[in-house]
């Protein structure tokens, strides 16, 4: 199955749930992607002592998920996209809801 995420939060323990859950249907056989939108593209700068966002989102990619990130939310936050997140547009957020089987949002 083709299973894509949006992530909408900032909020640590909401986020590292959203990413154990893509690397949960990762090792299930499916295909996922994240998009990070609004708050979500804070995803790489959340890490707290219980929730290790960014190793979930490691982990993530090294399993075969792809993360996309809003280009122009990163803009607004004066953040770069970076190798784990690279710089992505609403199109690719398209993408993702129109080819998937299941879009789940966080």
């Given at each position: 199955?083709?299973i894509g995420i949006i992530i909408?939060s900032?909020d640590?323990?909401?986020?590292?749930?959203a990413?154990?859950?893509g690397n949960?249907?990762i090792?299930e056989?499916?295909?996922?992607?994240v998009?990070?939108?609004g708050?979500?593209?804070?995803?790489?700068s959340?890490?707290t002592?219980?929730?290790l966002?960014?190793?979930?989102m490691?982990d993530?990619?090294s399993?075969?998920?792809?993360?996309f990130?809003?280009?122009?939310c990163?803009?607004?936050?004066?953040?770069a996209?970076?190798?784990?997140?690279?710089?992505?547009?609403?199109?690719?957020?398209?993408?993702?809801?129109?080819?998937?089987?299941?879009?789940?949002t966080f």
């Open positions: 199955m083709k909408y900032n640590p323990e909401t986020v590292w749930n990413f154990r859950y949960f249907a090792k056989g499916d295909e996922v992607k998009f990070l939108t708050k979500g593209v804070e995803a790489e959340i890490d002592e219980k929730f966002v960014t190793q979930q490691k993530f990619v399993g075969g998920g792809k993360i990130a809003c280009g122009t990163l803009k607004i936050r004066n953040t996209a970076s190798d784990i997140c690279p710089l992505s547009t609403m199109k690719d957020m398209h993408a993702i809801v129109k080819e998937s089987d299941r879009v789940v």
